[in-house]
């Protein structure tokens, strides 16, 4: 067994071996041992839009992943282009093009079909920004 910690010692420096709790000879020993160990509860499901879960004997990165995998797979509506007119302010279009790509747009996906090579009425929201900034009227002196 390998070892990357060592000890410092008169006699120079000792590897120290490192304590493995489990180990698995085979890959389903793994699943098996996953299996058997890890558990889940249901703690609340009353919207069907919502979903609490409890996971137990699960490491923490498996979980994320559940979870990532989980948020990938839902239809999601978010600003994907941006065409800027004029911009006189002192944010720059493609930080003002992210920002707005960030804002959550609450629509029913399934109003709308899946998004193709081409845009159409059937896959495309369009919004119109018209902002003016009034001068700061000067103080009198």
Known sequence: ??????????????????????????????????????????????????????????NVSIANSLRRILLSSLPTMAIETVYVDQNTSIIHDEVLSHRLGLIPILADPNLFTMPTDSDTDQNTLVFRLDVRADPVPKPPH
């Open 1 to 58: 067994m390998s070892s990357s910690l060592y000890s410092v010692k008169k006699e120079g420096c000792v590897p120290i071996p490192l304590q493995v709790t489990r180990t698995f000879g085979k890959s389903n020993e793994y699943v098996k041992d996953f299996k058997e160990r890890f558990g889940y509860t249901i703690l609340k499901h009353d919207d069907p839009n919502e979903l609490v879960v409890l996971l137990t004997n699960i």
